[in-house]
């Protein structure tokens, strides 16, 4: 019998670390590292442990190295009931990792490695884990095979969700388009939304009249706006931030579970922000994270409703 | 029944990660990896498995993170017949990690992590290490416990070799001279020796003097030379170079070796040339270590003898 998933995440599994060093080296010197903190991560995977604690049925495709099935995050992702029977394993290769460091004024360079997930191009679209789900989620990962999935996904008319991140600038325009032609929700923080009108050279309404019916644009701290039939400004929860890394996976991840358990838009954006209130008080993307009722007392708190 | 060993290697076990990028970001931007090579390494240990691979009975005191045990690195280590007995394990701490990235230019950066390591000033000497061995060779690694456990020795009577390479600058003149002071065999490259003059106001004689009644003084490709009652000039042997690093600590081992087969001091030399020269062959600093026919093979290829 094939266990139904409620949402499929497409993407990023990958192992982040924050390297506190005192300063950045200039070339043909060296500096001692003072910390580093090795987090769960990946935008994909985000998506999948936020909705999953949040009481959804989810399951996750990504590339990643050989060493991830015997690893802690798999156990962990299993133990949380994540379905990863169609993660993508590529032999001797590594998870993707992101490497954050960040010197003593706060400024950061990043080093990512693409590692496992160089393989994505060349795999087939996970045509089971998509038949199996009621709902896919697009997330930053390869725009190649994030379309080929769309495509399945329509074809079983699926709900599509997307969410192209930082990834933005690996789409071509027309790439861009044909993903977002299947999608019905459009995830991005407002330089991203911002950046697709402007290379799609179209307005919002235009926009979701190609494709989706609701589009979601993240201001951080500033809270969101859904623009669907109306259009909805939704504040944020300020909680003090420790680190907003991830808290735009775990909105996205919340805002699918409320939409999938039929909310209207209103209260899903709601359901969302007080998700990612969680996240951004603690250090790391997966760290932190609500269940429902933790999440509801913190809405009410908020809306009092 | 307390087995006896030969050498005992006091100093870092560290991991060596090569990353290989495109160009070092500036502050607040990003770069992707194009590659990552990891290495065993850590100048003691890189002593260590090179000595016991030349025939040696070797064992290995360092400080290192609670995952060690059960890694791949140590399980080389006791294949290897490394005695790994007496290694100082912290419980929550990683095994120090050099990450040194290198761009399209060949320019590179290094970032250290101390991690277990910093736990070796408050870490005793291991006595009962020093007490089984015929030799103790101090390498990179902390100072203080550089000294204390150069006082253990030579309590014991044991002979001693001193190796304080890149971590020079970490040793005040007072305990520089102290572990100079107690040891036989002073190695150094010649950046190093010529320092540690400076820094004691003294020329060779006067240094020998005080202890060491070897120093050797390692040229990289041009060679090495060794001052005792007489000075005796080394040559290299050339080989196409791919990494010179751990190319000092395998002539260290190979010297040591050599000496500890009461070999003459010019033997002593030619053949740890001969033994560098394989480590040059690849990268990383455990790797193409040659056993003790292969080493005398290419010393006869060289000097005929």
Known sequence: MIKKTDLLAIGHTALDSIVLVKEFPSPN???LIKQIKNFDGGAAANVAVVASAL????ALVSAVGDEFKASNYHNKLKTMGVDTEDMIVIENEKTPMAWVFTDSNNDQ???FYWGAAAYFKESEPPERAIKKATAVHLATGDPCFNRRSGEV???FQ???SFDPGQDLHMYSPEKLKSVIKVCNILFGNHYEIDRILKTLNMDITELRSIGPEIIVKTYGKDGSMIYADKKIKIDSILRTPVDPTGAGDSYRAAFLNAYLNDKDLEYCGKFASAVSSFIVEAEG???NVPDYNMTIERMKEKWDE
């Open 158 to 160: 699926k709900l599509i």
């Open 109 to 111: 360079i990043s080093y």
């Open 55 to 58: 009481g959804l049925k989810s």
């Open 285 to 287: 993307c997966q760290t």
């Open 29 to 31: 010197s060296s500096t």
């Open 153 to 155: 996904a329509s074809e």
